[in-house]
């Protein structure tokens, strides 16, 4: 299991992370769970368990077609539902290219679910142990290595932005800094859904809030990890 550092918290609640690859991690999306807990994963499982002892081989459907499962990957899914079952203290998203992240404040239950998979292909976040309270008490923040010249991070959400802020923007490049798709797609679409802008200061801040309100999802505040003794 590879461990990372994560620098805030996850969806504004999650000091932990673990992310890992398996074949059948799309038998856990949460739309398919219809009738109680994990009952479409439990059904492919119980599918595959019979395959396996009637020496079949182990296929997953999709669009009509047989895609084999290797035997690792059937096991180590048997190990995340009973998991998963056993435990409401997660949060689940599974992801393209076969993975599967789940979120919790429990690092105990994420380093021993990923202690027991056979696959290599599992990865662990958690914060310094120096942050921890910090991000517990400020969920807005996000540690960086260098102090920021633009410390807030404004995200965006799926309502329309008025194009002249694209045209604020470029006026006034000395107070904030936007990434060229960002900017393509607001002056293009006036939609910035899961974009970003950098902010120099609260008081600009209020002013990209009169622009663009309505469609700011959230602001993050980026913190020097040689400034966190300050907080």
């Given at each position: ?18 992310v ?44 009509r ?11 180590d ?75 807030l ?20 490049q ?58």
């Amino acid at each position: 299991m590879k461990l990372l550092e994560s620098r805030k918290l996850f969806f504004s609640e999650y000091l932990y992370k673990l992310v890992l690859r398996n074949d059948l991690t799309t038998i856990f999306r949460t739309e398919l769970q219809k009738k109680e807990k994990l009952s479409y994963a439990k059904r492919e499982l119980d599918r595959l368990a019979e395959d396996y002892q009637n020496n079949l081989p182990l296929v997953k459907k999709a669009w009509r077609t047989d895609i084999p499962i290797a035997t690792n990957d059937y096991f180590d899914a048997m190990t995340v539902y009973s998991a998963l079952y056993n435990s409401n203290e997660y949060k689940l998203r599974v992801d393209p290219y076969s993975t599967i992240t789940l979120f919790s404040n429990n690092k105990d239950f994420l380093i021993n679910l990923g202690s027991r998979l056979t696959t290599t292909s599992v990865w662990f976040w958690e914060p310094n142990v120096a942050y921890i309270e910090l991000l517990k008490s400020k969920t807005k923040i996000q540690i960086v290595d260098e102090p920021p010249s633009l410390p807030l991070k404004v995200w965006f959400n799926s309502t329309r932005v008025n194009k002249d802020f694209a045209i604020w923007i470029r006026a006034n490049q000395d107070k904030c800094r936007i990434g060229k798709i960002a900017l393509d797609s607001l002056e293009s679409y006036g939609y910035m859904n899961g974009l970003y802008i950098y902010l120099r200061d609260d008081k600009i801040l209020n002013l990209v809030t009169l622009l663009a309100g309505s469609s700011i999802r959230s602001v993050e505040k980026l913190v020097y990890r040689g400034d966190i003794d300050k907080y």
